[in-house]
């Protein structure tokens, strides 16, 4: 059974750009969540997206968007980039109850130079 | 302001040695899970436990979830140079994990 998948795994963006980050879920679970990692502030929930639904959202700001499609599959965009959106973005894929196991997949790492 | 506070945040300890990790919380939670993660790469599930007073053991890890469903502990024992790494927990409620600052742990050949 494949993993979560996150591409791509390394990224360089600009001040100013908007990036977009991919998710594939294991195959059969319907929820895929966002969170951003940094040494200072550990790991934040970003949003949490069922069957094409938002169910759950953090404290960030709209710049943060995402979606799901109706494979499941997700993508998180950030729009105008700032300096301290470098972070690694991890994306949890877990079959949809409400406790169910996360499995996390390898991250994004975004710089913002 | 975490949500979940580990302690300690740091631990170096020799091989053979034992060790706990605490996690503790003024909030009650569905469930709680601990994670393990190596440098540049996503946290891997080590248990999830759900009812209060729940203990779970797996191999030389033991995991033990509150009464009050508030707080957590992993306990290690005869830890090994594999055991080395980021240990997270995470409470979980409405479909959203909180968690802990996570616990930098180094054993020692």
């Known amino acids: 059974k494949a993993g979560v998948t996150q591409t791509p795994r390394y990224l360089i963006k600009t001040r100013g750009q908007q990036v977009t980050l991919s998710c594939s879920p294991i195959?059969?679970?319907?929820?895929v969540s966002w969170y951003q990692q940094t040494p200072g502030q550990g790991l934040q929930f970003l949003f949490e997206?069922?069957?094409?639904?938002?169910?759950n959202k953090g404290n960030f700001p709209g710049r943060f968007s995402g979606r799901q499609f109706s494979n499941s599959r997700s993508e998180m965009n950030v729009s105008t980039l700032e300096l301290g959106d470098s972070a690694l973005y991890l994306c949890?894929?877990?079959?949809?109850?409400?406790?169910?196991?996360?499995?996390f997949g390898q991250g994004t790492r975004l710089t913002v130079v | 302001t975490q949500l979940l506070e580990q302690s300690p945040q740091f631990l170096s300890i020799q091989e053979g040695e034992n060790l706990t990790v605490y996690c503790n919380s003024s909030?009650?939670?569905?469930?709680l899970q601990w994670y393990r993660q190596e440098p540049g790469e996503g946290p891997v599930l080590l248990v999830t436990?759900?009812?209060?007073?729940e203990v779970k053991k797996l191999k030389r890890l033991t995991f033990q979830f509150g009464d009050a469903r508030k707080d957590s502990s992993l306990h290690i024992t005869a830890a090994q140079p594999g055991d080395t790494g980021l240990y997270l927990c995470?409470?979980?409620?409405?479909?959203?994990?909180?968690f802990g600052a996570g616990t930098t742990v180094t054993v020692r050949a």
């Open positions: 436990v759900v009812t209060g007073g």
């Open positions: 909030s009650v939670f569905s469930s």
């Open positions: 949890a894929s877990r079959s949809g109850g409400r406790i169910a196991e996360a499995f």
């Open positions: 195959s059969g679970h319907r929820s």
């Open positions: 997206y069922f069957s094409e639904t938002q169910r």
């Open positions: 995470a409470g979980e409620n409405d479909y959203k994990l909180s």
